[in-house]
């Protein structure tokens, strides 16, 4: 256990749908981020947050995706109108301001079926 | 997109022997990191080094880093069962984001 929760850990939902995932960071970090790995794949990087601001974004982060950190604590992804090739594992990641090493959380695998 | 590339990834040992992984990557990076994901859960964070750095050791773990080459290699000594896991490495650039590689699976056998 790396300090890092997510929930839900499993999320199945129709096509067209919306879902939104949590993380709790690490509570002294104040570094968030947000990777997508699909299977057989390394993660990807999706968003950044440093305190409550989203200061980095993803050509991968469509429209139909939206992350928010308010007050600089938990965060939340949601994904609008699912598709099936949103289908993958969500992981959040923390870091403490001037060290390099992330911290993952289980991530939350998404099935849109 | 994916900087590192992992080579070979796919590798089946004997417990007890030692396992060598490679990495490439692209372009000029701040650090490299390797991390370990046990099958469907998240990443475990084993080591990092430094565009500056050219070796490192931590436990049964080394590191190493040729800038020169973009490459690096991580080698796990004296393997155990509880090393089977996919192995990534990952580059680090601004705001620290890390762009990982496809990873290697690693079985060891008892």
């Known amino acids: 256990d790396t300090g890092v929760s997510q929930d839900p850990r499993h999320k199945i939902t129709k096509r067209g749908q919306n879902v939104t995932f949590r993380c709790d960071p690490i509570?002294?970090?104040?570094?968030l981020y947000w990777y997508r790995q699909t299977l057989g794949q390394g993660p990807e990087f999706l968003t950044y947050f440093q305190n409550e601001a989203q200061l980095e974004k993803s050509r991968l982060l469509s429209d139909r995706f939206s992350a928010e950190r308010p007050k600089g604590s938990f965060s939340t992804l949601e994904i609008q109108r699912t598709e099936q090739g949103d289908s993958a594992m969500y992981l959040c990641?923390?870091?403490?301001?001037?060290?390099?090493?992330?911290?993952f959380g289980p991530g939350t695998r998404l099935t849109v079926l | 997109s994916q900087q590192g590339e992992e080579d070979p990834q796919a590798l089946s040992i004997q417990e007890g022997e030692n396992a060598t992984m490679n990495c490439s990557y692209k372009?000029?990076?701040?650090?490299l990191q390797w991390y370990r994901q046990n099958s469907g859960r998240g990443l475990v964070h084993l080591i990092l080094?430094?565009?500056?750095?050219r070796e490192k050791h931590s436990g049964r773990l080394r590191v190493t880093l040729d800038t020169s080459k973009k490459s690096s290699s991580l080698l796990i000594t004296a393997s155990r069962a509880a090393d089977t896991a996919s192995y990534f490495c990952a580059t680090s650039y601004g705001n620290n984001r890390l762009a990982f590689g496809k990873g290697n699976q690693v079985v060891v056998i008892p």
């Open positions: 080094i430094r565009s500056n750095e």
């Open positions: 372009t000029s990076i701040n650090n």
């Open positions: 990641a923390s870091r403490m301001g001037g060290l390099d090493e992330q911290f």
């Open positions: 509570s002294e970090h104040n570094r």
